[in-house]
C-alpha cells in the first residue's frame, strides 16, 4: 500500500520529532557520563586556585580573560599584532565596560 | 471533527503536490532554510554549553585576587600588601599565588607556570598538562628543557601529566616548586605574583574590595563573580563572534522572508486564480498556504536544529574550532557537555517557523480575495 503524500509527510515530521527526543536522552545520559570530567576540573580549579578556561593561549588577555587589562591588547608597541580571531571573540571583562 | 481532519489532509496532499511541482525551487529554498536555521542553532548551542561549563568548571574560582599594577602594567604584589590586607576587617586568609607565563619558541606555544598550594612536585620535578605532553611528546619520566629568565637552560623531570579529561583548564599548565619557580623567573623571594583573599561572609565581596583598593590605591580586586560573568560577557549574546554571526543569520532571514512577503509569482497567483473558479473558497486557499509554510518551515526547523546539535555534540564544533583555535598552537580537547534549553528551542522556533509562516499566508490572503476572473488575467 503506498503512503499519501500527507502521511508521507507527517511520518516524516514524526521521525524528525522522534529524532529531538532522541537528542534530548543524549543530551541527559551524555550529561551524567560527563560529570565526573566537570567535577574533576572544578576540583582543579578549587585546589589550583585557577581562574579562567585554556580556549585562548596564545595571549596573556585571552588566556586569562578574567584578569586582562585595558591596555594589554596593545601589548608594548602600537604595531604589535592583535591575536585575531580570539581578539575578536573575546570581548573586553564585564567589571571593565563599567566606567 | 473527523470531516474537519480529512479536509485539511485532503489540503494538506494538495499543498504537498503542489510544492513537488516546482520541487527544485522548493528544494533549494529548503536547503538554504536548513542551513540558516543550522547556523543559527550550532552557534546558540554552543556558546550556550560552553557558558554552563565554564559556570559549572569555575565554581571554586578564588573568592577575590588582588592584583598590582605600576605605570599601567602589572607587576608583582609585595607580601607586605598580605600583612596589610588581612588586618581588613570580614578577611578570613590571605595567600599569596606565584603563576606566570613561559612561551615556547620551539614550539611557538605559550605555557601557564603555576605553584600549587598543596602537593607541589619536588624541586628538579614538574606536573604538565596533557596538551603540553601531546604537542611535544613528552611523557612522565622524560627530561624537559626551558631557558630561564637568566637566558640559561634548565631541565625538568617530568612526575606527572594531567589528566586529559581536565584540558579545558589544564591543557597548558606546568605545576612547578615554588624554589624552581623563583630560580626560572626570576621574581624576587619577597614578591608574588597575586594574592589570594577568603572572607568570612560572602555577601561582603564587594565592600572588602572596596576596602583593599581604598588601603591600597595601587590594587586591582577581581571578585569570584566578575570572573564567572566574564564567560557570560564573553558568549553571551551581545560577544563579538556569537553577534557577528546571529546578525548575519538573522538578515538573510529578513530577506528571505521579505522576499515572500513582497508579493506571489504570477505562476502563485494564477494557481490561486484556478483553485477560486473551480470553487475553493478563501479560507481554503489560506489552509492551503498555512500548510506550504509548515511544511517548508517545520522541517528546515526540526532538520536544521538536529544537524546543529549532531554538529556541536557529536562532531566537536569541528566547523567553529579552526575559528576558536586562530594563532593557538596547544589548543585542548573536550568534549561539551550537552545541553538542550527548552527556552532557546523556543527561541529558534519563534524566529524562524512563525515570521515564514505568517509571511506566506499575508501575500496569499491578498490574492485570495480578488476576483478569480481578474487574477488568472
Known sequence: MRLSLSSSYLVLTGALLLLLVAAALHASFAARALLPGVSLMNWQVRTLELTDLTLFSEASYTRNLALADRFTPFQDSPMALEHFPSGSVAGPPAQLRRP | ?377
Open chain 2, 1 to 377: 471533527m473527523r470531516n474537519l481532519l480529512e479536509r485539511q489532509r485532503h489540503i494538506l496532499d494538495f499543498t504537498i503536490a503542489s510544492l513537488l511541482r516546482r520541487k527544485w525551487k522548493n528544494g533549494s529554498l529548503l536547503a538554504v532554510y536548513t542551513l540558516l536555521v543550522f547556523l543559527l542553532s550550532s552557534i546558540l548551542l554552543f556558546s550556550h554549553a560552553l557558558k554552563t561549563e565554564a559556570n559549572a568548571v569555575l565554581q571554586g574560582t578564588p573568592e577575590i585576587i588582588v592584583q598590582r599594577s605600576l605605570t599601567g602594567r602589572y607587576q608583582p604584589v609585595p607580601l607586605s600588601y598580605a600583612e596589610k590586607i588581612a588586618e581588613i576587617r570580614g578577611i578570613h586568609s590571605v595567600r599569596p599565588r606565584l603563576w606566570g607565563y613561559y612561551y615556547d619558541a620551539n614550539f611557538l606555544a605559550n605555557y601557564t607556570l603555576l605553584v600549587p598550594r598543596e602537593g607541589a612536585p619536588q624541586p628538579g620535578f614538574i606536573d604538565i598538562g596533557s596538551g603540553i605532553s601531546r604537542i611535544r611528546d613528552t611523557h612522565p619520566g622524560d627530561v624537559i628543557g626551558f631557558t630561564g629568565h637568566d637566558g640559561k637552560p634548565r631541565s625538568f623531570t617530568i612526575r606527572k601529566v594531567l589528566p586529559a579529561g581536565s584540558e579545558l583548564v589544564s591543557a597548558d599548565l606546568i605545576l612547578i616548586s615554588e624554589s624552581d619557580y623563583r630560580d626560572f623567573s626570576g621574581l624576587p623571594a619577597d614578591q608574588a605574583t597575586d594574592l589570594v583573599i577568603t572572607v568570612r561572609n560572602p555577601r561582603e565581596f564587594s565592600t572588602v574590595a572596596e576596602k583593599v583598593v581604598r588601603l591600597l590605591p595601587d590594587s586591582r580586586p577581581i571578585v569570584r563573580d566578575e570572573i564567572l560573568r566574564t564567560y557570560d560577557a564573553v558568549f553571551g549574546w551581545r560577544s563579538g563572534l556569537v553577534i557577528v554571526v546571529f546578525g548575519a543569520v538573522a538578515l538573510a532571514f529578513v530577506i528571505f522572508a521579505w522576499d515572500k512577503a513582497t508579493g506571489l509569482s504570477a505562476e502563485e497567483r494564477r494557481e490561486i486564480g484556478i483553485l477560486k473558479a473551480v470553487g475553493w473558497e478563501t479560507a481554503d486557499v489560506l489552509h492551503l498556504k498555512f500548510w506550504e509554510g509548515v511544511v517548508v518551515s517545520l522541517t528546515a526547523f526540526l532538520a536544521g536544529y538536529l544537524l546543529a546539535y549532531a554538529h556541536v555534540f557529536l562532531g566537536g564544533s569541528f566547523l567553529f574550532a579552526p575559528v576558536l583555535k586562530g594563532w593557538s598552537v596547544l589548543y585542548p580537547e573536550f568534549r561539551l557537555v550537552p545541553s538542550l534549553d527548552c527556552g532557546e528551542l523556543a527561541a529558534i522556533f519563534f524566529l524562524t517557523v512563525v515570521p515564514y509562516t505568517a509571511t506566506t499566508i499575508v501575500p496569499s490572503w491578498r490574492a485570495a480575495t480578488i476576483d478569480p476572473d481578474a487574477v488568472m488575467r
